[in-house]
């Protein structure tokens, strides 16, 4: 019986180190250096307490210390980044011929950190979107603090930045572990203009091919999503096609509305909670939902 049971155990372990059996069986090359978890999560956490020094990180006793601090962060960032950015360039089947080349990897890190002045700026349009939006919101600090949506827009912000420059996988990583923190889904593919507002959060999801003006603003279990897929000559999805809504500026969407499809809802609109849109809107509309159905239910009868 334990020589069975060893049998057993051995074969499993034979049958899943061979990559190649099925169409989704495939292993990295583990010749090659692999993404880290645990540095990502160690990378989004020098991110935040680079760009908010002071709310997240180490606390800062003395503000003509600020420039040191920030440049122990930084230089912690640019080589753990480095690093990564590495480690995943065997993910990237469209510039493979870039594989392991560290000069690659460090120049991608040194563009990233020359961009963080303006992250750090459209992250300060959100918190000022939400200071204006939301009565609830005392100060600056408490959004910066508490509020999900911008713990979810650093992320995105920074995972959209690092796709825009080529770098594969870590995106979609990033922007998954605030996913699993808010409840707020946003693909780093997405493009999401300034002083962007998400109330609440969870449940919102924001699909790939999004584009977002300026001054939009989400409630919670807002869906921006695909109608339908296109299909290539096998009969799988086809990549890169846009297929999710465009939303102009100053468009206000109330909670668990479906935005669906390659619409365009045209500036100054709002659309109601519960709606189910997929069709376009031209500026300045206003849709809601049909109003309540009232009966009474007798004899046992309901819903």
């Not at 919101?137 to 912000?157: L, Q, T, V």
Request: aromatic residues 6%; glycine residues 10%; proline residues 5%.
């Amino acid at each position: 019986m334990e020589t069975k049971s060893s049998s057993i155990i051995e074969n499993t372990i034979q049958l899943l180190a061979v990559s190649g059996g099925a169409a989704c069986d495939f292993l990295p090359d583990h010749e090659r250096l692999h993404p880290s978890i645990e540095k990502l999560k160690a990378i989004v956490e020098l991110l935040r307490s680079i760009l908010f020094p002071g709310y997240f990180g180490e606390p800062i006793q003395r503000q003509n210390s600020l420039p040191h601090i920030l440049g122990v962060r930084v230089e912690k960032l640019y080589l753990l980044l480095a690093e990564q950015i590495r480690s995943v360039q065997q993910f990237n089947h469209e510039n493979n011929h870039t594989a392991d080349s560290g000069e690659n990897s460090e120049g991608v890190a040194e563009q990233f950190i020359g961009i963080l002045p303006e992250i750090r700026r459209k992250l300060c349009t959100d918190v000022r979107a939400i200071f204006d939006g939301d009565p609830a919101a005392k100060n600056y600090g408490e959004i910066i603090f508490c509020y999900p949506s911008i713990r979810a827009m650093i992320n995105y912000r920074a995972a959209h930045t690092l796709l825009s420059l080529g770098v594969p996988l870590i995106p979609r990583i990033i922007s998954e572990m605030s996913h699993s923190e808010t409840g707020i889904d946003i693909h780093p593919g997405a493009h999401i203009g300034e002083y962007f507002c998400i109330d609440h959060g969870t449940g919102v999801v924001i699909g790939e091919t999004c584009i977002i003006g300026n001054h939009v603003r989400l409630y919670q279990g807002v869906t921006l999503g695909a109608k339908k897929f296109t299909l290539d000559n096998d009969g799988n999805p086809a990549k890169n096609v846009p297929r999710h809504p465009i939303i102009e500026d100053n468009v206000v969407i109330y909670s668990n509305a479906n935005v669906l499809g390659r619409i365009t809802i045209g500036k100054n609109s709002i659309i109601g909670g519960n709606v189910w849109q997929t069709k376009s809107l031209p500026p300045n509309s206003r849709v809601l939902q049909q109003k309540a159905v009232e009966s009474s239910f007798t004899d046992g009868g309901g819903i």
